[in-house]
């Protein structure tokens, strides 16, 4: 077998690694990318994650305007929701962004975008297998790893036989769940619960904790709980799932509740209860690369690895998983490899949006994590429905709320559960990132009437 000679190799072409090859590839280095499957070009989140997703959130909220058109004095006929349509739709937005993602990578590194499963053979060689069988080794001085997660199964009895869904799969379904049970209330199963609840399933959400959303602080919780619930979602909390069966067209499950045992029975079965790294496949320990106890890949705040000359970026280092982290992890290596600079992850605040209707959009702390570092702290509450904009556009759902620190006046986290709140968060972490004291929104010239005056409103309430 020929030895092939790279300075870089980046592994996997998710947001951070089909970013950094091109750069490292116009810096003079040459430089390979190995991505695993042609279907996998751009990575997660253009193939079975983010996009897709919002592709038939975007359906579901047209087929819910429709139920509810009345309401704004126009009169149409109840919707008939085609989920096939809508799954090749969703198809055709991601064939789209892929066939871009792959002329772009193709004009930036030609022959050196390479097609196979990698595996380590020690720290600077990698042994890449395509789906022929065929392997070529590959060595470089330095290499990244961008290899991304995949759903998590749990161990449960009788779930592997049980015929269940990933959040990947269901997004393949052409004819609609009759009773879709969704194990997890975190943000994959809540997007999908709404979703699929708006297109006509009976929908029932378990969890295993008091609260859905664990990591929010429990008023933004409950009110999203009632939001769904509004909507026709049944939850099931404080659930743990003993064993499931699957009988005809029937999923069964039987639920220990509280200190009583229950029997739910629906048509499909949907697994959201987190993500696992794909580590395995890897060969890290011939590498030397240290995990963790989950697997995911241990890096400092420059995201270096254990191992000299290797880095890991985006959702496999244990990180945040969003894209915008992907992204912001191979602005800090570009930053650091290419420009002489020295960028941390330490520094940035993190925002994240949950897209269901109304979207909930957070950045910084919780009122929870505050108190729990010790800040001595001010708490700011506003109702979606005091924006001038909710009211016109009959979107008056929902709840804001800043954290804000007594002794400086800066902003130390931001929830809005509110119309265009992924938008509107932008303003604030755009503050929080100067430095600045919140009455620069509470003060500012917002135009009137838009979702992001609701910040004068809110900052006012201190």
Known sequence: MNTEYYDDIVIGGGKAGKTLAPALAASGRKTALVERSLTMIGGGCINIACIPTKTMVASAEV???MRNSAAYGVKTYQPSVDLAAIIQRKRSVV???????????????????????????????????NTEGNTRLLVAERLFINTGTRPLIPPVLGLKEAEFLTSESIMELEQLPEHLIILGSGYIGLE??????????????????????????????????????????EFLLKSKVLWI??????????????????????????????RAPTTDTLNLAAAGVAIDASGFIQVNDRLETSVPNIWALGDINGGPQYTHIALDDYRIVKANLIEGGNRRTGDRPIPSCLFIDPELAQVGLTEIAARQQGHDIRVAKLEASAIPRARTSGQTDGLLKAIVDAKTDRILGCSLLCHAAGEMISTVQMVMQAQMPYTVLRDGVLTHPTMTEGLN???SKL
């Open 63 to 65: 087929a819910h305007t």
């Open 95 to 129: 064939l789209a962004a892929r066939e871009m993602n792959l002329h772009n990578l193709e004009a930036a590194l030609g022959e050196n975008l390479i097609i196979g499963t990698a595996r380590f053979i020690d720290a600077k060689t990698i042994e890449v297998t």
């Open 192 to 233: 999908f619960a709404q979703m699929f609840r708006r297109f006509g399933s009976r929908v029932t959400v378990i969890g295993q904790r008091e609260q859905i959303l664990s990591s929010q602080d429990p008023d933004i919780a409950i009110a999203i709980q009632a939001l769904l619930e509004r909507d026709g979602i």
């Open 245 to 274: 069966d699957r009988a005809g067209n029937e999923t069964i499950l039987q639920i220990q509740v509280g200190d009583r045992e229950i029997s739910l029975q629906g048509s499909h079965l949907l697994v959201a209860v987190g």
């Open 457 to 459: 409103l809110l900052f």
